[in-house]
């Protein structure tokens, strides 16, 4: 099964799932579906497009798209402002506009014959419009499913007034194509942004555009060398390095003529391919399962008190069913003195909090040092560059921000499942309370191997409340410095983390923007002097973000411990719901007479049977998805790739 044929039939068991939460007029479990079910819809999958100007970026993003003509290709045409484009009902193209430094910017919303005027260089020289970022929202239906593309800025052409956006898009992207072209070999300037590139993300793929305009063994020379320059600075073999070439020309061609000989020529096939293994073996992975274990967790809620009932209405023995109510009993009555004596796990959770917060504080201000010491080493070597030096400074404490952000991130789960092991409640009720009985139901017998199943996709689901950091990052450093909400901040903790650490970033842009264009005071002539004025005019700026920075962080760090603790004790409280409802149910079952027994009998098991085909259903689901990540990478290590996503098209 592709992504997208997953996807689908999780949404299938999500659409079931609300059928029976609504047929047992279950509203909480209606909303904690609906709640999960949103996540999986809004969540996005993050492709940004980056490397040198006119290396024909924007032709990529056309072809990939279906989308002739929709960003500005002609060969005079160079891109200056990072272009998004995601889902929407309607097209909508938005161009944001405010000077650098400013936190308040305008929205305005344009046609397409006007995206060049605010995005290119020749219509918009040295940017004189303001333009920040251009987003689009179209109806595409390659996007449908969450993608979204960005267009970035040439690295030799990087609008130093756009680098907070492009890093926040590329630490944070789930894939980065760099594209160059058959012109000329990597030069140094493309080895040394996608050194930088490789530090904070893994999930590169490297793709040669332009393969129209020469023969195949002319530019099979330019991929060998490539390969060469790449591994040296991958610290890798040659054979280990992947180039795609392409042909946008050719692919957008086929669209016009249908001529399947063009897409071929086009290679975007294996591009594509290429992409969504990685989607596959990471993010769709993730973002699937996750979903599963939301929903096994309320068929449990669901399905539990439903069959302590019917076992109550099978007539057993007194000592039987006072033997299930005590089970229940039991586990409520730990799970109130939970609730009631919260300080045998809220003690354990402020104290791993206190410890995240101390080991990031700590790497954080060794963080800035570093970056101190760079700086001197910048001015000694490039003193006659000071916007690089300021561009260079800002995008260290970029990488540092989100690397502090994802190990957040790693820890609080770390913390969050400590702490339901510690307390029992990373137990699955039906196998605590194992609600068998020597009469069963035909489709009651879920065996061992599918619990497996479904208990990975729980714990999926409970490192999923730790994700959404990509889209809260980038949406609180473009909703910092555009004044754009992107793709929303979330309720999960994760979310939380992300939305501090786009702030962060918006923060640190907003200080380094006002400066890189005010060096008037440099004399060329005098190097010491011109060391002083660089020195004196970036220092005052770490200062200003690393104390901004850390006041963000301890914000963020405090609001996740807030989060979690509301999070932990909302599942104390559902859980502890789940028994009551199940001791009510046996109470109920014991005052029918018999034929009400029998009857009653009747109506759970129905219900019964469509619970219990959800939860084997998605354990089935959970076991494809598990054996289609497995096969992505065994192909990867093979070098093969499965057809997906856009692939289907």
């Not at 045409?77 to 990072?82: C, E, L, Y």
Request: with cysteine; hydrophobic share 35%.
């Amino acid at each position: 099964m592709t992504y997208e044929a997953q996807k689908q039939a999780v949404f299938n068991l999500f659409q079931n799932s609300f059928l029976m939460a609504e047929k047992l007029k279950r509203t909480d479990s209606l909303q904690y579906l609906e709640s999960a079910y949103s996540r999986l819809i809004d969540e996005k999958i993050w492709i940004v497009i980056c490397g040198e100007y006119k290396k024909g970026k924007s032709s990529l993003t056309n072809a990939l798209l279906n989308e002739p003509g929709l960003f500005p290709v002609d060969v005079d045409i160079t891109t200056s402002i990072v272009s998004s484009i995601t889902y929407g009902e309607r097209e909508k193209i938005m161009v944001v506009l405010g000077k650098p430094g400013e936190e308040k910017s305008k929205k305005i919303e344009i046609t397409r014959d006007k995206i060049p005027d605010y995005v290119t260089e020749q219509k918009n020289k040295n940017n004189t419009k303001n333009s920040r970022m251009l987003v689009i929202e179209s109806p595409n239906q390659q996007l449908e499913n969450g993608l979204v593309l960005v267009d970035t800025p040439g690295v030799g052409s990087l609008n130093t007034n756009h680098t907070d956006i492009t890093y926040a898009f590329i630490s944070n992207a789930d894939v980065i194509l760099f594209v160059s072209d058959v012109d000329k070999p990597l030069s140094q300037p493309e080895l040394d942004f996608i050194k930088m590139i490789r530090e904070h993300n893994q999930n590169l793929v490297y793709v040669l555009t332009k393969t129209d305009l020469v023969d195949e063994n002319d530019y099979k020379a330019i991929v060998e060398n490539n390969r060469q320059k790449l591994a040296k600075i991958s610290q890798c073999s040659p054979g280990e390095i992947t180039i795609i070439p392409v042909s946008s020309k050719n692919k957008l061609d086929y669209l016009k003529t249908q001529d399947a000989e063009d897409l071929e020529d086009s290679n975007f096939p294996k591009l594509e391919e290429k992409i969504w293994q990685i989607l596959n073996q990471e993010k769709g992975y993730i973002l699937l399962m996750s979903a599963l274990g939301s929903i096994n967790q309320v068929i449990i809620e669901m399905k539990t008190p439903l069959q302590a009932e019917w076992q109550g209405c099978q007539k057993q023995t007194k000592e039987e069913l006072d033997a299930l109510e005590n089970k229940f009993e039991t586990e409520k009555k730990r799970l109130e003195e939970l609730i009631h004596n919260q300080n045998t796990w809220n003690n354990q959770l402020r104290d791993g909090m206190t410890d995240m917060r101390q080991e990031v504080m700590y790497s954080f201000e060794e963080g800035f040092i570093k970056i101190r010491r760079q700086l001197n080493d910048y001015i000694e070597g490039m003193q006659d560059k000071p916007k690089k030096i300021a561009s260079l400074i800002e995008t260290e404490i970029d990488a540092l921000i989100s690397k502090l952000g994802k190990e957040l991130s790693q820890t609080a789960q770390l913390i969050y499942k400590d702490l339901e092991y510690s307390t029992q409640l990373n137990l699955n009720p039906l196998e605590v309370t194992s609600l068998e009985s020597s009469t069963k139901i035909s489709t009651n017998d879920i065996s061992l191997k599918d619990r497996e199943w479904w208990g990975k996709a729980t714990t999926a689901s409970r490192s999923g409340l730790m994700t959404g950091l990509s889209v809260a990052t980038i949406g609180g450093a473009i909703g910092f410095v555009a004044g754009l909400p992107f793709g929303g901040v979330g309720s999960v903790p994760g979310t939380t983390i992300g939305a501090g650490i786009g702030a962060a970033l918006g923060k640190v842009a907003g200080f380094f923007m006002g400066t890189k264009n005010t060096w008037e005071e440099l004399n060329k002539k005098d190097q010491i002097e011109n060391q002083r004025i660089i020195a004196k005019k970036i220092n005052p700026i770490i200062e200003d973000s690393q104390r901004q920075s850390r006041k963000i962080l301890n914000d963020a760090i405090t609001k996740l411990e807030r989060f979690m603790r509301d999070e932990f004790s909302g599942q104390i409280q559902r859980q502890k719901k789940t028994y009551e409802e199940s001791l009510n149910s046996i109470k109920r079952s014991r005052d029918l007479s018999q034929q009400d027994a029998a009857q009653r009998s009747q109506e759970l098991q129905k219900h019964l049977e469509y619970l219990n085909g959800i939860y084997q259903r998605g354990a089935q689901i959970a076991k494809e998805i598990e054996k289609w990540k497995t096969n992505q990478s065994h192909d990867q290590s093979d070098g093969k790739t499965d057809v997906g996503g856009w692939a289907d098209a």
